[in-house]
């Protein structure tokens, strides 16, 4: 076995711009495959439905002490829209508060184990891969690998519908490696909503390669853009970047995306979200129509399945979505009632059980005003956000990732790639935009087998 090279570039001066155009049609599609436990069901290449049902909540009140006096201001008045009834975003859509609890998840989902029928030595990776699996101390696969590994390792395109933290990166990650063991000519685009799910998944093909000859690059924005088009001039295995950045290249031709044999897009519902629709048709519509397509989310709105429908073909189905929520996070609310929201969040991180905390806000301003003053008052805390550098959003993650800091306070978009096993608790300093928004946020904690609490701070 050789020793690994991993060609690991940064990014580039941030041209991901948010597009904000939306493309496609409301066409649906059906699928030819079940999903696996009590996920949605798809049939054949017209229309479906989103995975997964929404999760049942339980009410109850939560109080918790705190000093201070002040407001929860979230409108003109200093008082939250909805009052005690939930909240609304700058969406406008109102989120019921009952959403926002559910103290004994496991109880009240009771969502069925999906099984899982093979183990990694079943998918008859190359040895190399082999060892690198068994040095990670891997033995079984988690329900999306079981599923989806054997479609691609066949070659065929797939859709896997999976939410955050259940190995879903693995999944596409090792049958892709397997075959540039077999083939070393193959190149693989991997496409990501944000900056840090493609270190991060870098990081990951990286912990699996370690002592196999295979060469990966990171194309972003938010760092200059020459060290990339070095790196693309020599022949890369994975490609992986954000969509403003991968069509800078294209459009400079320094990334020839008709040579690209794979494709990844991944959290795709995330991509649409920030307006990145049209860039991945972009992208799609640029490569060759041989190419093998690997397609995850955890949901599937119109343009998404219009999207599936467009450049997709007859792809297998997998489902692992059973709630969409899942069963390891409690969920409940802290009521301001008037105090100050600092106060009350200063108070909260002196109990000992929050030990490794992810607080979102609204604003990047908001986010480092609060930075600011949790440090001022003797709590250790980083802040990440879209005007940052990707330098120095990646040492506020370094910091945290190790434990040098307790807190660290994000923007939704910041937070998107951020996949840390072991945080303990989620707070909602500032309610989201959107329930899906809420979900994205509290999925960051309570990942794989750990168990994790979500708060969100109401009026």
Same mark, same amino acid.
């Given at each position: 076995?050789?020793?690994?090279?991993?060609?690991?570039?940064?990014?580039?001066?941030?041209?991901?711009?948010?597009? #904000?155009?939306?493309?496609?049609?409301?066409?649906?599609?059906?699928?030819?495959?079940?999903?696996? !436990?009590? !996920? @949605?069901? $798809?049939?054949? @290449?017209?229309? !479906?439905?989103?995975?997964?049902?929404?999760?049942?909540?339980?009410?109850?009140?939560?109080?918790?002490?705190?000093?201070?006096?002040?407001?929860?201001?979230?409108? /003109?008045?200093?008082? #939250?829209?909805?009052?005690?009834?939930?909240?609304? !975003?700058? @969406?406008?859509?109102?989120?019921?508060?009952?959403? $926002?609890?559910?103290?004994?998840?496991?109880?009240?989902?009771?969502?069925?184990?999906?099984?899982?029928?093979?183990?990694?030595?079943? $998918?008859?990776?190359?040895?190399?891969?082999?060892?690198?699996?068994?040095?990670?101390?891997?033995?079984?696969?988690?329900?999306? *690998?079981?599923?989806?590994?054997?479609?691609?390792?066949?070659? /065929?395109?797939?859709?896997?519908?999976? #939410?955050?933290?259940?190995?879903?990166?693995?999944?596409?990650?090792?049958?892709?490696?397997?075959?540039?063991? %077999?083939?070393?000519?193959?190149?693989?685009?991997?496409?990501?909503?944000?900056? %840090?799910?493609?270190?991060?998944?870098?990081?990951?093909?990286?912990?699996?390669?370690?002592? &196999?000859?295979?060469?990966?690059?990171?194309?972003?924005?938010?760092?200059?853009?020459?060290?990339?088009? /070095?790196?693309?001039? *020599?022949?890369?295995?994975?490609?992986?970047?954000?969509?403003?950045?991968?069509?800078?290249?294209?459009?400079?031709?320094?990334?020839?995306?008709?040579?690209?044999?794979?494709? =990844?897009?991944?959290?795709?519902?995330?991509?649409?979200?920030?307006?990145?629709?049209?860039?991945?048709?972009?992208?799609?519509?640029?490569?060759?129509?041989?190419?093998?397509?690997?397609?995850? +989310?955890?949901?599937?709105?119109?343009?998404?399945?219009?999207? =599936?429908?467009?450049?997709?073909?007859?792809?297998?189905?997998?489902?692992?979505?059973?709630?969409?929520?899942?069963?390891?996070?409690? *969920?409940? =609310?802290?009521?301001?009632?008037?105090?100050?929201?600092?106060?009350?969040?200063?108070?909260?991180?002196?109990?000992?059980?929050?030990?490794?905390?992810?607080?979102?806000?609204?604003?990047?301003?908001?986010?480092?005003?609060?930075?600011?003053?949790?440090?001022?008052?003797?709590?250790?805390?980083?802040?990440?956000?879209? #005007?940052?550098?990707?330098?120095?959003?990646? /040492?506020?993650?370094?910091?945290?990732?190790?434990?040098?800091?307790?807190?660290?306070?994000?923007?939704?978009?910041?937070?998107?790639?951020?996949?840390?096993? %072991?945080? +303990?608790?989620?707070?909602?300093?500032?309610?989201?935009?959107?329930?899906?928004?809420?979900?994205?946020? &509290?999925?960051?904690?309570?990942?794989?087998?750990?168990?994790?609490?979500?708060?969100?701070?109401?009026?």
């Amino acid at each position: 076995m050789t020793q690994t090279s991993s060609r690991t570039r940064s990014n580039s001066k941030n041209n991901s711009s948010k597009r #904000n155009s939306r493309g496609g049609s409301g066409s649906s599609f059906k699928s030819s495959r079940r999903s696996g !436990g009590s !996920g @949605s069901s $798809f049939k054949s @290449s017209k229309s !479906g439905r989103s995975g997964g049902s929404g999760s049942s909540f339980k009410s109850s009140k939560f109080g918790r002490r705190s000093g201070g006096s002040g407001r929860p201001s979230r409108s /003109r008045n200093g008082r #939250n829209p909805s009052g005690n009834r939930g909240g609304r !975003g700058r @969406s406008g859509e109102r989120i019921p508060i009952d959403k $926002f609890i559910n103290t004994n998840p496991k109880a009240a989902q009771g969502a069925p184990v999906i099984e899982v029928t093979h183990t990694f030595s079943d $998918f008859g990776f190359e040895l190399d891969l082999v060892q690198a699996i068994d040095g990670r101390g891997f033995v079984k696969p988690s329900p999306i *690998q079981d599923q989806i590994i054997p479609h691609i390792l066949k070659g /065929r395109d797939v859709i896997g519908l999976a #939410n955050t933290g259940t190995g879903k990166t693995a999944a596409f990650l090792l049958p892709l490696i397997n075959r540039v063991i %077999e083939k070393k000519a193959q190149t693989t685009l991997i496409m990501v909503p944000t900056r %840090e799910l493609a270190d991060q998944i870098n990081d990951e093909l990286k912990s699996f390669t370690r002592r &196999i000859k295979i060469f990966s690059t990171v194309c972003v924005g938010g760092t200059p853009i020459r060290p990339q088009i /070095r790196s693309l001039r *020599q022949h890369n295995h994975f490609i992986i970047g954000t969509p403003g950045r991968i069509i800078d290249l294209v459009k400079q031709k320094v990334l020839i995306l008709n040579k690209i044999n794979t494709i =990844v897009l991944d959290e795709a519902d995330r991509m649409l979200d920030m307006g990145f629709i049209n860039d991945m048709r972009y992208v799609m519509s640029h490569m060759s129509e041989s190419r093998h397509t690997l397609f995850f +989310s955890a949901t599937m709105s119109n343009d998404i399945k219009a999207l =599936v429908n467009d450049f997709l073909r007859d792809p297998a189905i997998v489902s692992v979505v059973q709630t969409r929520i899942s069963t390891n996070i409690a *969920q409940d =609310v802290v009521r301001i009632a008037g105090r100050d929201k600092v106060d009350v969040l200063k108070d909260l991180l002196k109990e000992p059980e929050l030990c490794k905390v992810l607080v979102f806000g609204r604003t990047k301003h908001g986010v480092d005003k609060l930075c600011q003053k949790l440090n001022k008052g003797g709590v250790n805390a980083e802040s990440i956000h879209g #005007n940052k550098s990707h330098f120095q959003r990646k /040492r506020s993650l370094d910091r945290f990732k190790s434990d040098r800091v307790q807190v660290l306070i994000a923007t939704d978009v910041a937070a998107r790639g951020i996949d840390i096993s %072991e945080i +303990s608790h989620v707070i909602n300093f500032d309610i989201p935009d959107t329930y899906n928004d809420y979900i994205h946020r &509290i999925g960051r904690t309570g990942r794989g087998a750990h168990e994790g609490k979500a708060l969100t701070f109401v009026g």
